[in-house]
């Protein structure tokens, strides 16, 4: 077995069952792919959608995509026929093209809503406030966005060696998931989704109430 294989089994037997593994494989190659893919592997989570268009023509189609990275207005048509879950979704003008495209094809698709959590400026997000904002407009159109389907959240924690600031910044991710969860969207079983944790910060992500890890150097080598 290659060694690429053997780790990503190892790290597989290492997870909690309540929490499920996007393999980030962003500039990775196919075969590096196929070989999770032989080993179980069905989620996979892509930054670009040009590098996901092409791999997802050449890899079997029961991969599900994850899309993980900001995504432009103008891309959304290209990947919206074949990507199981829009996990980057920052904006409501952006909710409201994946809804006009999903709605053109006759699908429903499933998003989260990435919310800033890091100390860095640069990474993308809605901060608390945007979010229960977005969610105001989008209870007030619910009719007219009937093909998108908020299933939780997305965040990403600073890059930093201090494990309590980590620590802090996903348990109030998760605190707030937990208060959508119980509020906005009660009784909506489908809003499940608390996706947080990466190469590595997983194991924090994990103890703070993680059910859905992000992790693509760990398994596949630095890029
Ligand atoms: C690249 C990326 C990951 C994976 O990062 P690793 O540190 O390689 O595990 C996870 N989430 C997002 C949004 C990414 O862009």
Redesign the pocket.
């Known amino acids: 077995m290659s060694l690429l294989a053997s780790d990503y089994l190892k790290l597989c037997s290492s997870l909690p069952e309540s929490v499920s593994l996007v393999a ?1 494989s ?1 500039k990775k190659t196919l075969a590096d792919i196929r070989t999770l893919y032989e080993q179980g592997q069905r989620d996979f ?1 892509e ?1 670009y959608v040009q590098e996901l268009l092409d791999k997802q023509g050449q890899l079997p189609a029961e991969i599900r995509w994850h899309f ?2 900001h995504l432009q207005r103008n891309k959304v048509k290209a990947i919206v026929p074949f990507v199981h879950m829009i996990q ?1 979704v920052d904006s409501f003008k952006l909710l409201l093209e994946i809804n006009k495209q999903a709605a053109a094809i006759e699908r429903r698709l499933d998003v989260l809503l990435q919310v800033h959590i890091a100390e860095e400026e640069t990474k993308f997000g809605l901060d608390e406030k945007e979010v229960f904002e977005l969610l105001e407009y989008f209870e007030a159109q619910k009719g007219q966005l009937q093909h998108v389907r908020i299933c939780g959240l997305l965040g ?1 924690g600073t890059a930093t060696n201090d494990e309590g600031q980590t620590h802090k910044e996903f348990a109030r991710l998760h605190a707030l998931f937990l208060n959508l969860k119980a509020v906005q969207f009660l009784g909506q079983d489908h809003f499940s989704v608390c996706s947080m944790g ?3 910060d997983y194991k924090i992500a994990i103890s703070e109430g993680s059910n859905m890890l ?5 398994i596949f080598g630095l ?1």
């Not at 992000?214 to 760990?218: C, D, N, P, Q, V």
Request: aromatic share 0%; charged share 20%; glycine share 24%.
């Open positions: 980030v962003k989570g930054n993980i990275g980057s990403m990466m190469s590595g992000r992790i693509g150097s760990l890029r």
